[in-house]
């Protein structure tokens, strides 16, 4: 089984990317949608946000107001690696399961959006990075998210720039045109599949 971690900067397109992947019909595992999950799924994540941050977080049904720890987290990098430290191995723990429901898959597909700023390339065979000019995934983020410029570009200074993830990651698609992503895509798919079949 081949680890292939995608990667890529807050509207890039990573998810355009793995619904690619997911139509050949490749295991594919969302970190970051998952440690979403587990802020409000798993109890041991939700009892140490609750006495690191305050329960005033979470309303009576255990919804957490994700605007709230955004605001305590992102403005303090140590708030913010406290978090980290909550939801990283917890995410972990859901990617190993998902890798032993799939043990006969060929290629399992991770997507994560900070993999080189955590170091999660080291467990990934295979890293492919997506890249757009900043402009337009500040364009892209705004109309997905009806985000301010100031709150996505705060979002991105939390990411390392291109520059430093380019000679990192095996794989790099620069992902303006997506007829060109597309058939970018494809080449990258068949040679990943030539290493494993």
């Known amino acids: 089984m081949m680890i292939v971690g995608i990667t890529g900067g807050i509207g890039s397109g990573k998810s355009k990317v793995m619904a690619f ?30 006495k ?32 980290n430290k909550i939801v990283h191995p917890a995410v972990a723990k859901a990617f190993d399961a998902f890798c032993k429901a799939h043990l006969d898959a060929p290629i399992i597909f991770k997507e994560a959006a900070i993999l080189f700023e955590t170091g999660g390339d080291r467990f990934c065979d295979k890293t492919l990075l997506i890249t ?17 410029e100031e709150s996505i570009k705060a979002r991105m200074e939390h990411q390392w720039p291109d520059e ?34």
Do not use: M
């Open 21 to 50: 992947f997911e139509q050949k019909g490749a295991p594919c595992f969302f970190a970051d949608r998952t440690g979403h999950e587990v802020l409000e799924q798993d109890h041991r994540v939700v009892d140490a946000i609750k």
């Open 52 to 83: 690191l941050f305050g329960a005033a977080l979470y309303d009576d049904n255990n919804v957490l107001d994700r605007k709230k720890l955004s605001a305590i987290v992102f403005d303090d990098p140590k708030q913010l690696d406290a978090l």
């Open 132 to 148: 757009a000019p900043e402009k337009l995934r500040i364009a892209r983020v705004k109309k997905r998210d009806q985000r301010s």
């Open 164 to 197: 430093k993830k380019i000679p990192l990651a095996d794989f790099v698609i620069v992902n303006e045109n997506w007829d060109q992503t597309l058939l970018q895509l494809e080449a990258v798919y068949q040679s990943l599949l030539a290493e494993v079949l």
